[in-house]
């Protein structure tokens, strides 16, 4: 069974930095793509960063123009774990904030095309 568990979530005031972890088990690590998605209340669920060809050096990402050159988005293969890097957070960035995957085959950074999720971790910034 697949689980996806998410943490590093929590309060940070505007321009600060949070680092999101996402352990994955239950898949084979270097067959999957993933992404780290988030909502926010009241709002429709949206991609923020998608990483592929993990078993390569740095993988390529993906990113959402509203989080490009502030969130970083890398895998440790030897640790079967995603990370998300956000960096000059802004109230804007409130969300809960999902991992998901999907086998790289069919690989498309977009909710819909995930296979598996987890269940969030809440990310709020303060004014």
């Known amino acids: 069974e697949v689980h996806l568990v998410e943490s590093g979530g929590g309060l940070v005031q505007a321009g600060g930095s949070l680092r999101l972890s996402c352990a994955a088990s239950?898949?084979?690590?270097?067959?999957?793509?993933f992404g780290w998605f988030r909502q926010a209340p009241g709002k429709e669920r949206e991609g923020s960063a998608c990483i592929r060809n993990i078993d390569k050096s740095g993988g390529n990402v993906d990113y959402a123009d509203s989080v490009k050159g502030r969130f970083i988005m890398s895998a440790d293969n030897a640790k079967n774990t995603v990370y998300l890097q956000m960096n000059n957070l802004q109230p804007e960035d409130t969300a809960t904030y999902y991992c998901a995957a999907v086998e790289s085959s069919n690989y498309g950074c977009y909710s819909g095309g995930m296979e598996y999720w987890g269940r969030g971790t809440l990310v709020t910034v303060s004014s």
């Open positions: 239950g898949l084979t690590f270097d067959n999957y793509a």
